[in-house]
């Protein structure tokens, strides 16, 4: 049921019980340990699990239970399918437990399980694919799990319905339609994450981020009701639903995108691999196609990595659309420095999508993001190849990297006030990173996460900028609102009060909430990696 549009809360008795919350899930929180981050240094699993709190009683939890419809499950610690669905993709955050476990199968778990956590003053989190760089999708209260959520299916000739737990391979899997939205690099993200902070992937230059392609979503607000975001309905937050983040406003159940029809198209992917020293002439080659490239036909990340055991190196991995001519003609310049791993092939648009999704990796990672508008001139480029050539693995033999996703094109196409997301006149998102094993000793990973820091600042002043990529979170980051946001952090706030006045979705970083720099995980959903 579609909540009218001029009352983003509910019923009386519900307002009472959302309001009821903020002192509750305080008190709540406090006890269980709940706001307090793994702290930076740490490899996850480390150290104490943080006090057990006023967790709600055996009765309440079979209330929760009952309320759940069919083919929805409750999972409590030490309970079959709790450890499978408890920890999160970065395993950083693992020893953040929560509670107890939702397993929804429908929007009306959904809205059970918020009003019970409501209820009972039991902070929650959502959680689609788990992919929150920083934990964002961990909590000590109740997870709302969405993955039994995946269903895609096709509306009229164009639009892709994707249900709220949805993964990049859901949305692969259902390709007999035809019908392509800009997704993710990652088959295990969840599209909810991915849409609601932006969404990068291969073809953003050509068709816009994911967020670009959203119709419409159902959202299910604090109160446990649920209201329809699209230009016509709810105008506000369905703005706010494009690039603002993921686990902010509500529980995103499903989302419906305006599909490519990409029956017959031809792509060229190309995977290139190269020694440290060719990686200025890389870059700079690699721009020069980029800056030609108008129409967004090509894609491509530029990665420079020490992979902790092995040789340090510089990756390119991408697609132009089109035929293996005309990308050998494109990327002529690139070519002729000599790869020493060259792949090219033509393929049809699904099998081309395949070979550019990435493997899934394991273990505990930090990352730092940047947005820039400038290109890397050489001495930037080189900054990069020194930091890369001086990695120090350790013991653990730790990876470090620092990733280019090319932008522009149509992903710059909406103004920066247009959709929640800001950064419309990129040339690059910049990912700066660290994969480290759990075993990992505390003062090793305290070492490798200043090495990004070291980095990061370095890449700051050279590129002059400070912007970041919401859905690569940052823990660290002291200006975070302006730095994810820009200018359009002030209204994301408006929308904050009006839909969820009371704070019910909160989180480090979230909107309207004090989290800064250091801060620990709560609510959120899941995000891209």
Not at 162 to 185: M, Q, W
Not at 298 to 321: C, E, K, N
Request: net charge positive.
């Amino acid at each position: 049921m579609t909540r009218p549009t001029s009352s983003p809360l509910g019923s009386p008795a519900g307002r009472r019980d959302v309001l009821r919350l903020g002192a509750r899930a305080a008190v709540w929180g406090a006890a269980a340990g709940l706001g307090a981050a793994p702290a930076v240094a740490r490899a996850a699993g480390a150290g104490p699990e943080a006090g057990a709190g006023q967790v709600p009683e055996a009765a309440a939890w079979r209330e929760l239970g009952r309320g759940l419809g069919p083919g929805a499950s409750l999972y409590l610690p030490g309970g079959a399918g709790y450890a499978r669905l408890a920890p999160p993709d970065n395993l950083r955050y693992a020893d953040v437990a929560p509670a107890g476990i939702v397993a929804c199968a429908t929007e009306h778990d959904v809205r059970t399980a918020v009003r019970w956590a409501v209820r009972h003053g039991v902070p929650l989190a959502p959680r689609s694919g788990g992919h929150n760089y920083a934990g964002h999708s961990t909590t000590r209260g109740l997870l709302i799990h969405l993955r039994r959520m995946r269903h895609v299916s096709v509306a009229g000739d164009r639009t892709l319905l994707v249900a709220g737990g949805a993964t990049n391979s859901d949305v692969y899997s259902a390709r007999d339609a035809d019908l392509y939205f800009p997704g993710g690099r990652c088959p295990g993200v969840g599209v909810a994450g991915l849409t609601l902070g932006g969404g990068l992937g291969f073809n953003d230059r050509k068709w816009g981020l994911t967020c670009d392609r959203l119709l419409s979503t159902r959202v299910v607000l604090a109160d446990g009701s649920v209201v329809r975001a699209s230009d016509r309905e709810n105008a506000d937050l369905f703005w706010a639903c494009r690039g603002g983040a993921g686990g902010n406003f509500g529980v995103n159940t499903s989302f419906a995108f305006d599909a490519v029809p990409v029956g017959g198209r031809r792509a060229t992917v190309f995977d290139l691999r190269f020694g440290l020293d060719a990686g200025v002439r890389v870059v700079a080659a690699l721009q020069e196609v980029l800056e030609r490239d108008e129409a967004g036909d090509v894609d491509v990340r530029i990665g420079f990595a020490h992979p902790g055991s092995g040789t340090p190196g510089v990756s390119v991995l991408g697609q132009r659309l089109g035929t293996v001519e005309g990308l050998r003609k494109c990327l002529a310049g690139v070519l002729e420095i000599g790869a020493s791993r060259a792949f090219v092939a033509e393929r049809g648009f699904w099998a081309a999508q395949d070979h550019l999704m990435a493997a899934p990796e394991t273990g505990a990672s930090a990352s730092k993001s940047l947005v820039t508008r400038r290109w890397l001139d050489p001495g930037t480029v080189g900054s990069v190849v020194g930091w890369v050539r001086s990695w120090e693995p350790g013991r653990g033999r730790a990876a470090g990297h620092v990733t280019l996703f090319a932008m522009g094109a149509r992903s710059n196409g909406p103004g920066p006030g247009e959709t929640a997301y800001p950064h419309r006149d990129a040339t690059y998102v910049i990912d700066i990173g660290t994969r480290w094993t759990v075993d990992t000793p505390t003062e090793e990973t305290a070492e490798l996460v200043e090495r990004t820091r070291a980095v990061h600042r370095t890449l700051s002043a050279r590129l002059g900028t400070s912007a970041a990529y919401v859905n690569f979170p940052d823990p660290d980051l002291r200006h975070w609102r302006r730095a994810y946001y820009g200018d359009n952090y002030d209204r994301l706030t408006e929308v904050k009060r009006r839909y969820d006045p009371s704070g019910v979705f909160h989180y480090a970083q979230g909107i309207g909430g004090g989290g800064g720099s250091g801060s620990g995980s709560g609510s959120g959903s899941g995000a891209n990696g």
